[in-house]
């Protein structure tokens, strides 16, 4: 009032149930998405919209055999190819435009080494709708292309086995073909032989030689088994 007592209250009341719900639920959210990237399982990063790294966890520096201090602030781009790179920029343009990626690549580790990993890409937006970054899933799959190496390799070996083994059946039924010929011929021959044996034998059982002319054709059967 006027002698500067209170003669009143005036409060103005909110409630933010729906709020403290959202808190609490981002909260946990973010718990879970903490505990869930710092799993031994998979390499995790968040890249701003730099493509530099922001955060790493430790499995992603094994991968790449690095410390995080040695990766966070580092462009994506310096672990890559000249070839990857130009597809990288490529890709970029997409996640920039909402398109979540999967796709293989090379990385090379800060020994030198290249290595093969599956990498999946979802692009993240703020809340007025701009790039912000990408969440990115690193996987070495360098066990798996090795297995898929060695199978082919053994593919690529066992056909030329079975070449091999299919000449080798062509070549044996070839001779076998040849020797079935040449058995027939024999046995041919043989019959020829013992037909025209046969058939001279019934000639000489046939001649009728005139008496006083035996000498003279014993001689001349002599000469020609002599000749």
């Known amino acids: 009032d006027h002698a500067g007592r209170i003669a009143g209250y005036l409060g103005v009341h909110t409630d933010i149930t729906d709020l403290k719900r959202t808190e609490e639920t981002l909260r946990a959210s973010e718990t879970r998405f903490r505990r869930y990237f710092e799993l031994p399982l998979i390499g995790l990063a968040l890249t701003g919209p730099d493509k530099r790294w922001w955060e790493v ?61 599956l990498m999946s890409v ?42 091999r083994e299919a000449e080798a059946r062509a070549q044996r039924s070839e001779a076998e073909g040849e020797a079935a010929a040449l058995r027939a011929e024999v046995a041919a021959l043989a019959r020829l032989v013992e037909r025209e044996s046969s058939a001279g034998r019934q000639i000489l059982d046939k001649v009728q030689v005139a008496r006083g002319y035996e000498k003279a054709l014993g001689a001349a059967l002599a000469d020609d088994l002599r000749a």
């Open 57 to 117: 966890n430790d499995r992603l520096c094994e991968i790449l055999g690095c410390t995080s201090a040695e990766l966070v602030d580092r462009p994506f781009a310096d672990f890559l190819s000249e070839t990857e790179r130009y597809l990288q920029g490529q890709r970029s343009v997409a996640w920039r435009e909402g398109h979540a990626d999967r796709y293989e690549t090379r990385l090379r580790r800060k020994d030198g080494r290249e290595i093969t990993v």
């Open 122 to 163: 979802t692009p993240m937006f703020g809340e007025q709708g701009g790039f912000e970054g990408c969440f990115a899933m690193v996987s070495d799959i360098f066990e798996r292309v090795a297995a898929e190496r060695a199978l082919a390799d053994a593919d690529t070996a066992r056909a030329e086995v079975q070449s």
